[in-house]
């Protein structure tokens, strides 16, 4: 570090802007998604509540991802995209 930045006030080492929103965890995102639904349901079905929840587009490709199947809960499909992104 020069001592023109130094005199300028300036760090060695800037501090890093804090985030502007905060980090939504995948089980989070997926519960805010599937509000509402009643299990069990398939992928297909999650996907079309999701859809009426008005759910991001990187949750609805998690959805249309899963497995053929019926998922007995949230933490079901939840359990199930972790494994796929795994």
């Known amino acids: 570090m020069t001592r023109e930045r130094l005199g300028l006030g300036l760090r060695e080492v800037e501090p890093s ?8 965890s995948l089980a989070h995102s997926l519960q805010q998604a599937l509000q509402g639904a009643v299990f069990p ?5 999650l ?3 999701a859809r009426e929840n008005e759910a ?11 497995p053929r199947g019926r998922f007995p809960s949230v933490e079901a499909v939840v359990h199930a995209v972790e494994d796929l992104t795994a």
């Open 41 to 45: 349901l398939t992928a297909e079905q």
């Open 47 to 49: 996907t079309w509540v």
């Open 17 to 24: 802007p804090a985030p502007l929103a905060p980090v939504v």
């Open 56 to 66: 991001p587009s990187h949750v609805l490709s998690q959805l249309g991802a899963l």
